[in-house]
């Protein structure tokens, strides 16, 4: 077996190639930079944070999405990764973990609870971290098997790859920002 | 130590402020007066050796004339003894002496009944929510609030009978 079928690399994006170059745009490029190495923070409250141990172990191994370095602070990371039931009490918690992220910064919702409150309908839980910050992609189950957390993974990455670099910019993305009450400092 | 003999020593000292006996149940329970609380408290901490709080806790009964209760569980522990004091205080005016100068651990016992029953101990030294966020604006335990979240969107009545 030749060494270069022995393992794959991502396909390029579409350009323009002749011997000697290659000519893209300036967001394909980056995109595919961010897409194949983001840096999750796990937020692991209940047992979704259990199946996600097993989602990054050896077995599914989200290390093969460039995801094995995970950012336990905040500051160094691209994607939070809510998983587990959020009391009331937490939220702000939630919210200030967001808000030390820098940007571009994604977030994906894991299981009922994080997505909707799940089972805990009652006074003391949160009803959706989608209440304190925006979610890009949810990922039902209760809890979510690991096939399914790295399919809500790839569903990001594929936002990811394709998001125009002005997004972040735009006053529709601050007016968005605003609407959940997260202090914008740029 | 019978219950016949601690029931007479309180029967002598705090007589009309023993409302009923309860001596069926796994521990020993007296139904007090609650204006008297304190001093039974203390008389049973200081005469009976009963040295350790094991619990403060609240209940809510609607069709009572007085309907929240608040229920102490004291431990005599060289004689491996409980017993169960109950006293119930009207919701219009739910105010009870508080026991933190007489056991330093009810501080927090009586905040989390507080929490959740809105029943006021007078004299306790920092009387604020403990476990639930300081901005709710109900004691969520007490019968009349659902347990249901009220924020909740994605829930239609009609998918549920209601």
């Known amino acids: 077996m030749a060494e270069k079928d022995k393992y794959t690399v991502v396909e390029a994006p579409e350009g323009y190639s002749a011997p000697g170059f290659f000519a893209t745009t300036l967001d394909k490029a980056v995109g595919l930079a961010r897409k194949n190495s983001l840096w999750p923070l796990p937020f692991a409250t209940s047992c979704c944070g259990i199946e996600f141990m097993a989602t990054m172990g050896a077995h599914y191994d989200l290390g093969r999405f460039g995801a094995e370095r995970l950012s336990f602070s905040p500051r160094q990371a691209d994607l939070l990764m809510v998983m587990g039931t959020i009391a009331k009490k937490m939220a702000p918690v939630v919210q200030q973990v967001y808000e030390q992220m820098a940007e571009p910064r994604w977030v994906i919702a894991i299981g009922a609870c994080a997505s909707s409150g799940g089972v805990f309908d009652t006074y003391s839980v949160l009803q959706g971290i989608d209440k304190v910050v925006p979610v890009d992609v949810y990922v039902p189950g209760c809890p979510p098997r690991p096939e399914q957390i790295i399919d809500g993974f790839m569903k990001i990455q594929e936002l990811v790859g394709n998001e125009t670099l002005r997004r972040r910019y735009s006053t529709e993305y601050k007016e968005m920002l605003e609407s959940y009450g997260i202090k914008i400092d740029r | ?162």
């Not at chain 2, 608040?70 to 003894?81: C, Q």
């Open chain 2, 1 to 162: 130590m019978e219950n016949s003999i601690l029931l007479q020593a309180l029967n002598d000292k705090f007589g009309k402020s023993i409302l009923s006996v309860d001596e069926a149940a796994d521990i020993f329970t007296v139904m007090v007066d609650s204006e008297t609380i304190t001093t039974i408290v203390a008389f049973l901490k200081e005469k009976q050796n009963f040295i350790f709080l094991t619990d403060i806790c609240g209940i809510h009964y609607p069709d009572q004339e007085r309907e929240l209760g608040v229920i102490y569980h004291l431990h005599n522990l060289t004689e491996n003894k409980r017993i169960r004091l109950k006293t119930f205080v009207t919701k219009a005016n739910p105010k009870i002496q508080s026991i933190v100068s007489l056991f330093s651990g009810a501080n927090w016992m009586e905040r989390e009944t507080f929490d959740f029953y809105g029943v006021e101990f007078v004299g306790h030294p920092n009387l604020i929510r403990i476990l639930n966020v300081e901005y709710m604006d109900y004691h969520p335990m007490r019968k009349e609030y659902p347990l249901e979240d009220a924020t909740r969107l994605d829930k239609d009545d009609i998918f549920f009978g209601r």
